[in-house]
Structure formats: structure tokens, C-alpha cells
């Protein structure tokens, strides 16, 4: 037979607070006859009476007293379905996975992360980091929901890329080395100095090395690294010169200072996923 539904379970409980089938099928709007349908139907099922008439009013039998507990607690349960349902489609509960750069990490995510747990505390945000190729390629496998990725993305059908800001890159001078005034620096002035830049492969290098191929002359890397931070750390300690995205310097680098390029180069971010961007991370709309 089939199993006991809502709406047979909320109809007995309705009757048996109201008195009456008729009063019951009022509050739920339905008919007299569907609701002593769905009684009949209840009653067949667990195989027992389950109410009885008595001076006029519809009371429960012993075995309807019984059933009351269960009753209600299937109700709350699904309400609480109902409620955890809902906070997920409104993006208000859940899990989203999402990939971004070292860069990104450090000097982007923590106003939008801050932002995203005020709105949605129940939300839980899983952040993974690397370059932008391995990125991508972990949404397109299903393991990520979203990333935050330096363009250009290679596309696939699969992948929706959705252009979020622009970064421009500056160079990077020890401070007691750095050019003076604030003149913009060019690639053949940058090629002379020795080059701590990001490691070779990833997406930002490439965008620097095109930089000064247009240029035509080839930089003088003296050291390749994947961590931005150390780059810094290096650059201050009068070790090279570097060329870094504005989002990781900030308004000052201790032990450095930074100049604008000539003529100027940027990056732009994008967010990559297979569905429409959520609308949970308040802080990453295009701009």
C-alpha cells in the first residue's frame, strides 16, 4: 500500500484539534468528502480506527491518541525540509567552491569573503588557490563552482567567462634604487635591471613577457617565484626589480617603492564557471 502522506497526517491532526471533519476541511481548504477521504485512506493504511464520533463532536481513539507525537514531529520535519530547501535557493545556505590566484587571495577575497558571511551566515565558502590554467580546468571538471581567473581564459562550450575588473601592473624598485620622481618606466629601462618575476607558465608572466617582447627586448630574470609576497620581500631587500599587479601593492611596499609603466599594462579578472555567477558574493560585480 502506499506510504502515509502530509496531507493525510495534517488533516487527522486538524480534526482532532477542531472536533469536526467539516471545520477541518474549512482550515485546509478542502471538501467534506476529500477530507474524510484522506481519513479513510489513513485509517486503511495503518490498519486501525483512528476516530469516532461521541456527543457530536469527532474525537480520537486510542490509537489516534497514540498517533498525535509521531504526527506532529512528521509535520515540523517537514517544514524543516521546506525552510533548508529554501535557503538554498535563495543562495542563502550551501556550499560554494571557489578557485582564485595567490594575488587574488590575499589582497581581494577577505572584503568579499567578510561581506558574503555578514549576508549569508550559513553559507560555506571553500577556497582553493593556484595558477589560472589548473583553475579553470577544475571548474570545467565539476570540482570548483566558480574562479576568479586572470584573461585570457581558454573557452569551452561549458564555460561561462564573465569579466570582473582591471588590474593594472606597475614595476617594482628596491627604495634606494628606484628611479627618481614618478615618471612612468619603460621595458628597455626595466630590461637593464636584474628581474625577480612570477614564475614561468602561468598567465600574469605571460602578459609581462608580451609586455616586453612588444617592446623588443628581453628582461633580465634573475629569479622565478610563484609566491607574490616573497617578491616583495625580495624587491625591499635590494635583491631585483619586479612588475606587479596594483592589487597586491597597495598604497606602499615597506623597503620598496613602485612606478607606473610606459606605455601602461594591466590584467583583467574574470569570474569563470558553468552557470551564471551567483549573486552570494557581493564586492564581485563587473566593474
Same mark, same amino acid.
Given at each position: 500500500?502506499?506510504?502515509?502522506?502530509?496531507?493525510?497526517?495534517? =488533516?487527522?491532526?486538524?480534526?482532532?484539534?477542531?472536533?469536526?471533519?467539516?471545520?477541518?476541511?474549512?482550515?485546509?481548504?478542502?471538501?467534506?468528502?476529500?477530507?474524510?477521504?484522506?481519513?479513510?485512506?489513513?485509517?486503511?493504511?495503518?490498519?486501525?480506527?483512528?476516530?469516532?464520533r461521541a456527543s457530536g463532536r469527532t474525537l480520537p481513539t486510542a490509537a489516534?491518541?497514540?498517533?498525535?507525537?509521531?504526527?506532529?514531529? @512528521?509535520?515540523?520535519?517537514?517544514?524543516?525540509?521546506?525552510?533548508? !530547501?529554501?535557503?538554498?535557493?535563495?543562495?542563502?545556505?550551501?556550499?560554494?567552491?571557489?578557485?582564485?590566484?595567490?594575488?587574488?587571495?590575499? #589582497?581581494?577575497?577577505?572584503?568579499?569573503?567578510? !561581506?558574503?558571511?555578514?549576508?549569508?551566515?550559513?553559507?560555506?565558502?571553500?577556497?582553493? =588557490?593556484?595558477?589560472? !590554467?589548473?583553475?579553470?580546468?577544475?571548474?570545467?571538471?565539476?570540482?570548483?563552482?566558480?574562479?576568479?581567473?586572470?584573461?585570457?581564459?581558454?573557452?569551452?562550450?561549458?564555460?561561462?567567462?564573465?569579466?570582473?575588473?582591471?588590474?593594472?601592473?606597475?614595476?617594482?624598485?628596491?627604495?634606494?634604487?628606484?628611479?627618481s620622481g614618478t615618471a612612468p618606466v619603460n621595458a628597455s629601462a626595466l630590461?637593464?635591471?636584474?628581474?625577480?618575476?612570477?614564475?614561468?607558465?602561468?598567465?600574469?608572466?605571460?602578459?609581462?613577457?608580451?609586455?616586453?617582447?612588444?617592446?623588443?627586448?628581453r628582461p633580465n630574470v634573475s629569479m622565478e617565484l610563484g609566491s607574490i609576497?616573497?617578491?616583495?620581500?625580495?624587491?625591499?631587500?635590494?635583491?631585483?626589480?619586479?612588475?606587479?599587479?596594483?592589487?597586491?601593492?597597495?598604497?606602499?611596499?615597506?623597503?620598496?617603492?613602485?612606478?607606473?609603466?610606459?606605455?601602461?599594462?594591466?590584467?583583467?579578472?574574470?569570474?569563470?564557471?558553468? #552557470?551564471?555567477?551567483?549573486? !552570494?558574493?557581493?564586492?564581485?560585480? @563587473?566593474?
Amino acid at each position: 500500500m502506499p506510504n502515509l502522506t502530509l496531507r493525510q497526517i495534517r =488533516t487527522l491532526l486538524t480534526v482532532i484539534e477542531t472536533g469536526s471533519v467539516s471545520a477541518a476541511a474549512r482550515i485546509l481548504g478542502m471538501t467534506q468528502p476529500a477530507a474524510s477521504q484522506q481519513l479513510r485512506e489513513l485509517e486503511r493504511r495503518v490498519g486501525v480506527r483512528l476516530l469516532e464520533r461521541a456527543s457530536g463532536r469527532t474525537l480520537p481513539t486510542a490509537a489516534g491518541e497514540a498517533l498525535v507525537g509521531p504526527a506532529r514531529r @512528521a509535520l515540523v520535519a517537514a517544514e524543516d525540509v521546506e525552510a533548508a !530547501a529554501a535557503l538554498h535557493r535563495k543562495g542563502e545556505a550551501g556550499r560554494v567552491r571557489l578557485g582564485t590566484g595567490a594575488t587574488a587571495c590575499i #589582497h581581494l577575497l577577505p572584503p568579499v569573503l567578510a !561581506a558574503v558571511h555578514r549576508q549569508h551566515p550559513s553559507l560555506e565558502v571553500i577556497v582553493a =588557490t593556484g595558477n589560472t !590554467a589548473d583553475m579553470v580546468r577544475r571548474v570545467e571538471d565539476g570540482d570548483l563552482d566558480l574562479a576568479l581567473a586572470t584573461m585570457p581564459v581558454q573557452r569551452s562550450r561549458s564555460l561561462l567567462v564573465t569579466p570582473l575588473l582591471t588590474d593594472s601592473l606597475f614595476a617594482l624598485f628596491p627604495e634606494n634604487s628606484a628611479p627618481s620622481g614618478t615618471a612612468p618606466v619603460n621595458a628597455s629601462a626595466l630590461a637593464r635591471l636584474p628581474l625577480i618575476l612570477y614564475e614561468a607558465g602561468g598567465t600574469m608572466r605571460g602578459l609581462i613577457d608580451a609586455w616586453f617582447a612588444r617592446a623588443g627586448v628581453r628582461p633580465n630574470v634573475s629569479m622565478e617565484l610563484g609566491s607574490i609576497e616573497a617578491i616583495k620581500g625580495l624587491v625591499a631587500s635590494g635583491l631585483g626589480a619586479s612588475v606587479l599587479p596594483a592589487a597586491a601593492l597597495g598604497a606602499k611596499v615597506p623597503g620598496a617603492e613602485w612606478r607606473p609603466l610606459r606605455p601602461a599594462l594591466s590584467r583583467r579578472l574574470a569570474v569563470v564557471s558553468t #552557470h551564471p555567477p551567483t549573486a !552570494a558574493f557581493p564586492g564581485l560585480g @563587473a566593474r
